[in-house]
C-alpha cells in the first residue's frame, strides 16, 4: 500500500505558502490609508429624506464620511476597497460640492439602471438595498437636487 506522506507533505507545503503570502501581502502599502478627508459643503438637498438615501446607499463611496469596516484593512480585500473609494471620490463626492464634479448629472440614471449601488457593494452592505419605492425616491431627488442647477454653476 502506498504511503499517503507526499501527498499530505505537499498539502502542508502549499498550506504555508499561502499563509506566508497572505502575510506578505498585509505590508504592502497600497489600501491601508482608510481616511476621510475634511467634508466641504454638500449639495443643497431637495429634501432630507433625499440626502438619508444618498447616505445610506451612496456616501461609503461617494463622500468624505466612509464607513471602513474591520476587513476593509486586511490585503487584498483593503486594496479592493481603497480603489472603489478613490474612484467613487473622484466621481462623485457629495462632501466637496464646492468643487466640479463631473459625473453629478448621472448619479440619477446610474441609480435608476440599478448600476448603483453596485451589487457586489451590496453583498457586505445590505442596509444600503433599495427597495423599487426607495430607488425612485432617490432617482426623482438627484434629479432635482443634482439636475441643471449645478450644471449652470459648475460651468460659469
Sequence with gaps: MPSSRPARSRRLTVALVV???????????????????????????????????????????HSNVTTWPAYARVAPVSWLIQHDVDEGRS???????????????????????????????????????LTDAEREQLVRGLQITLGDAHDRRVNK
Design 91 to 129: 466621481k462623485l463626492n457629495f462632501s466637496e460640492w464646492d468643487q466640479p464634479q463631473r459625473d453629478a448629472t448621472d448619479a440619477a440614471k446610474e441609480v435608476m439602471e440599478k448600476d448603483m449601488p453596485p451589487s457586489t457593494y451590496l453583498l457586505m452592505h445590505p442596509l444600503a438595498r
Design 19 to 61: 499563509v506566508t503570502l497572505a502575510l506578505v501581502v498585509q505590508v504592502i502599502p497600497y489600501g491601508h490609508r482608510l481616511t476621510n478627508p475634511p467634508v466641504g459643503r454638500e449639495p443643497s438637498w431637495d429634501s432630507p429624506a433625499t440626502r438619508e438615501l444618498a447616505k445610506r446607499a451612496c456616501f461609503d463611496c
